[in-house]
């Protein structure tokens, strides 16, 4: 599902956007992600995955129009989000803005 959202809201994976980290981080905005999720079900059979995601949003300068895309992304798939407010990042240079959503996978 955030492999969905970061793609309609115009990131490339791999180019601008991956999970956890770049190695070498792209000179324009760009986002990691992470997803930690519960599993269970009756009778033994685990088949209810939620998910708890986690997008990191990153720019040397704010890019309003990414975190507009962002969250564009998310009404338009009708996902519930919390957005953190936007906050410098002194020893990367960077500003960093934290959107955290909910999904459920049957």
């Not at 309609?8 to 999720?37: H, Q």
């Not at 986690?54 to 009708?78: V, W």
């Amino acid at each position: 599902m955030v492999k969905e959202v970061l793609t309609s809201a115009g990131f490339i994976e791999g180019k601008t956007f991956k999970e956890c980290r770049f190695l070498k981080p792209p000179a324009t905005t760009y986002a990691v992600y992470m997803d930690s999720y519960d599993r269970r079900g009756a009778d033994n059979l685990n088949l209810i995955k939620e998910h708890g995601y986690t997008i990191e949003l990153y720019s040397a300068t704010p890019d309003k129009q990414a975190e507009e895309r962002i969250e564009r992304s998310l009404d338009n798939l009708g996902i519930a989000y919390e957005k953190q407010e936007r906050y410098w990042l002194e020893s990367e240079g960077l500003y960093q803005v934290i959107y955290n959503f909910d999904y459920m996978e049957k």
